[in-house]
DNA sequence: ATATATATGCTCAATGTGAGTATATTGATA
DNA sequence: TATCAATATACTCACATTGAGCATATATAT
């Protein structure tokens, strides 16, 4: 009983993107996140992880970090109600430990079979690129009806869905899936099918905590990159943003600040896919990532 | 062997101001941070440690935060490579969920008998309040010497302690720390002490984990207010985080950004502590808290 | 009264950001 | 072949933010 004995596990969030299609690695039909055990014959967590996506997805992983780590009975960063979703009374808890990972593509699936599914089909509210997204009122609509009277409800929904007068904050993904679950508007707090495709368990909350954490790493830390291929048009970086944060950016102002953070550099070579004028192409400059990241201070600090 | 069974412990990072003193709760004679084992009688990793911590400290915590769950043979984010100090070769595994919480005082020991210690005992070289802190100089030589001719070893220590041209990033506290573990500097790695004091085990390394963390998430969510008293003076805030970030800051810069944030509201007093002028007095505003937390995109969005 | 110490307010140059416009270079088409 | 449509790249400009320092206000100590 208090032993502290678990039982562990590994979730991943794996993300690749085509096109402009952000898309995630689902196992069970597009209805679950691949997880496996973690056992001792691995050499680490993270050690574990990769060789175990290698093998299924047939690329390497580039980028893999850790998300969160769940028990039992407690899903969600800042739940203190249980949500009787544990399962049998051993007293064994299971302890999930969910990691993100990047891959630069989707091809050759390996053994298990894995399929990639677009990370909208289950948060379609999270893609404003094209304005405001399908589903859209009606989800509001129920929200504020849940609100009610209640003036802290009525600000967490205005807070997190950008409505009276806030802005939209794209990195705001976990907020708006809990205030979902919270107001049972998805299938998997008994809120009927309409609101985005369910994912067995919480898996649909470890996909929002990893789109979370991609959406604001994109900000300080070159990450895009690694789902880029090795040479690229400045627009192809700018879509493939764009299908991340699920806006749409400014062209000009966009080239400006990749420009000055000398992330890039060019090829020498262009395209010419398009009607238009051929781009240039780049390349990643990967000497600069150590050296430049994590620029923004924000603090008034005294120099000299 | 494939079972995936493991031994679930939680640490935590226990994090209080004193004056201008940062400190970290801890057992063992100041040289461990509080731990316990996961047992299924908690109701979640979040509630099991907040309840245990409240018993410990006699005080509530306000700000608790997951930080990264190690396994054994697995201690530091980026680590391929085995450290041998996993102990038996029993086929369990031990998994810590470390934690960060932030408490207002640090008065009124409970049954444990913790002890509050400065941050800075364990990582001197992270305080540039005063300047260079102490034993900085043999410090640099030492990684320099060990950096040799590496230019990947230059880079790396340039851009992690602030040298040839680099400037200073508070952030980088866990790079620090791996770096002089990797260079051998610390008592962990077979160094000689010198370099602060030590912690069993990786627990000088969570400690890192959770200062970086904490000197990150200062920029762009208000946590300084879990540390605070009720009422305060502009001078204490900043003195407050210029003790966690180990950094002075530029005074009148300082207000101005917390007075644009409306984070804060006078209490109508002022006290006469000091010599001079008496200070206006203020409290925290925490309505306005979840409405502008992460204002900061950094993207160039098009709006309208 | 005067010096000293602290609090609070103001200015100004430099830099960064949001938004839009202008020019360049291609393929498609009349 | 002249023109259009489409895309790429470059430039401008107002405005906000930031870094740095100076000025003024109000207390205590002598």
Redesign the interface.
């Known amino acids: 009983?208090?032993?502290?004995?678990?039982?562990?596990?590994l979730i991943a969030v794996l993300a690749a993107v085509t096109g402009d299609a952000p898309r995630v690695m689902t196992v069970a039909a597009g209805e679950a996140l691949p997880s496996g055990?973690?056992?001792?014959?691995h050499?680490?967590?993270?050690?574990g992880l990769r060789d175990w996506i290698e093998s299924q997805t047939g690329h390497p992983v580039g980028f893999l970090?850790?998300l969160?780590?769940?028990?039992d009975?407690?899903r969600g960063?800042?739940?203190?109600s249980?949500r009787g979703d544990a399962g049998a009374e051993a007293?064994?808890?299971r302890?999930s430990?969910s990691y993100l990972g990047l891959v630069r593509e989707q091809a050759a699936p390996g053994a298990g079979r894995p399929e990639w599914h677009g990370w909208y089909e289950y948060l379609p509210w999270e893609d404003h690129r094209a304005g405001l997204p399908p589903g859209w009122q009606p989800m509001v609509t129920a929200l504020n009806l849940w609100a009610g009277e209640d003036a802290g409800r009525q600000?967490?929904v205005a807070?997190a869905f950008g409505l009276q007068g806030?802005a939209w904050?794209?990195?705001?993904v976990l907020s708006r899936y809990e205030l979902l679950y919270e107001a049972g508007l998805v299938e998997e707090s008994g809120g009927l099918s309409g609101a985005g495709r369910a994912m067995q368990g919480d898996h649909r909350r470890i996909l929002a905590t990893g789109i979370a954490r991609l959406r604001a790493k994109?900000?300080?830390r070159p990450v895009a990159f690694e789902l880029m291929p090795e040479s690229f048009t400045f627009l192809q970086l700018q879509r493939l943003?764009e299908a991340l944060?699920g806006?749409?950016?400014?062209k000009s102002?966009?080239r400006?600040?990749i420009d000055q953070q000398e992330l890039i550099e060019e090829t020498g070579e262009t395209t010419a896919e398009s009607r238009g004028r051929p781009a240039m192409l780049f390349r990643y400059r990967p000497a600069v990532l150590?050296?430049r990241a994590?620029a923004?201070?924000?603090?008034?600090?005294?120099r000299g």
């Open positions: 009983m208090t032993t502290g004995l678990a039982q562990a596990e055990p973690f056992t001792s014959s050499r680490s967590l993270q050690a970090e850790q969160y780590t769940f028990a009975r407690d960063p800042d739940r203190g249980d007293d064994l808890r302890i430990i600000q967490r807070y806030q904050n794209e990195d705001l994109i900000k300080y943003v944060i806006l749409r950016l400014h102002n966009f400006r600040q150590e050296a994590l923004g201070t924000r603090l008034p600090v005294t």
